[in-house]
Each structure stands twice: as structure tokens, then as C-alpha cells.
């Protein structure tokens, strides 16, 4: 999952440039938008309990590939401030649904430090994958940001179902 995500962050980054141009302002937007997908997500969780993980999934994939047909240059005529807004929320959807997924996998995994330490690892791989860009382009980053996410959905730790996950109180408990 972290390789998908850093590989989207980086796409989202490139596309972004052409739409906003200065590279201060594209970063500032994106990564907020980012910060704010993952506060929603984390929001959200209690929330979707019910929603059964493949749903989760097939939503983050369906977002992955709208981006595909989105061209962020139509969104040029528009007044900076609604075109950072769009184009953030826009290119960081995909990232609402990975939060959710991530939650939920993080919930179920048995070996937290090993979850966590291999979503790092796999974060490193997506920033080396990211040099791949060079011979199918930013846009084909896409679908290896979809095959990725499919990888972890087959991989997703067991029990997968909503209703089997530990409840959450809302309290801290450290692991």
C-alpha cells in the first residue's frame, strides 16, 4: 500500500504542474489535500465499519481509474483559488478510500510493527518505482498505482470482513 500511495502522490505532483504551474504552489496544494484525505479517512472510519473491504477497495480503484480520463488542463480557465481546490480534492480522492483500506488492514494485522515497517519499505519501493515514469509516462504511473492497490487487496490480512474487526472507542490504547 505505501508504494501505491507515494507512486499516486508523485503522479498527482506531476499532473497537478501543468494545471498550477509554480512548483511551491503545486506541492502546497497537493500535500494538503493529501493531509486532509488521510484526516477525512481517519474521520471516517468508525463511520463506515459496515462497508464491506472490497466495496472500500473497488471504490479506490474506480477513483484511480477517473483520473485516467480526467484531463486537469480543462480546469485552467478557473480562478486559482477554485482550481487548487479542484484539482487537490480531485487528485487525492483515491487516497480517502486508500486511508480506509490502510485503517482497516492495520486494524486486522496481527504484528503492528511488522504492518507498519512494511508499509515503509514499500513506500521506499514506490519512490524508486516512481523513476518507471520515464518509459510509460506520469499517466501510466496510474496503473501501476492500480495494480499495486490490487496487489494489497489480495494480500489484505484475514479477517477481512467489517463486521470482525475490533471496535473502536475512540480512546488511545498504544499496541
Known amino acids: 500500500m505505501g508504494a501505491a500511495f507515494l507512486l499516486l502522490e508523485?503522479?498527482?505532483?506531476?499532473?497537478a504542474s501543468?494545471?498550477?504551474?509554480?512548483?511551491?504552489?503545486?506541492?502546497?496544494?497537493?500535500?494538503?489535500?493529501?493531509?486532509?484525505?488521510?484526516?477525512?479517512?481517519?474521520?471516517l472510519v468508525p463511520y463506515v465499519r459496515r462497508?464491506?473491504?472490497?466495496?472500500?477497495?473497488?471504490?479506490?480503484?474506480?477513483?484511480?481509474?477517473g483520473l485516467w480520463f480526467v484531463d486537469l488542463a480543462a480546469f485552467a480557465f478557473l480562478p486559482y483559488m477554485e482550481k487548487?481546490?479542484?484539482?487537490?480534492?480531485l487528485t487525492t480522492l483515491p487516497m480517502l478510500f486508500s486511508g480506509l483500506v490502510f485503517a482497516r488492514s492495520f486494524s486486522a494485522a496481527g504484528a503492528k510493527d511488522r504492518a507498519l515497517g512494511a508499509n515503509l519499505l514499500g513506500s521506499l519501493g514506490g519512490a524508486l518505482l516512481q523513476s518507471v515514469s520515464f518509459l510509460i509516462g506520469v499517466k501510466g504511473l496510474l496503473l501501476l498505482v492500480g495494480v499495486l492497490y490490487g496487489l494489497s487487496w489480495t494480500l489484505f490480512?484475514?479477517?477481512?470482513?467489517?463486521?470482525?474487526?475490533?471496535?473502536?472507542t475512540g480512546e488511545f490504547r498504544p499496541a
Not at 508523485?10 to 499532473?15: A, P, R, Y
Open 10 to 15: 508523485v503522479q498527482n505532483i506531476s499532473k
Open 157 to 168: 490480512p484475514q479477517p477481512a470482513d467489517a463486521e470482525t474487526l475490533p471496535e473502536t
Open 51 to 65: 462497508i464491506a473491504t472490497p466495496v472500500i477497495y473497488a471504490a479506490l480503484l474506480l477513483t484511480i481509474g
Open 18 to 43: 501543468v494545471v498550477l504551474g509554480n512548483t511551491w504552489d503545486v506541492n502546497a496544494v497537493i500535500i494538503s489535500a493529501v493531509l486532509l484525505m488521510v484526516l477525512v479517512a481517519n474521520a
Open 84 to 89: 487548487a481546490i479542484l484539482v487537490g480534492l
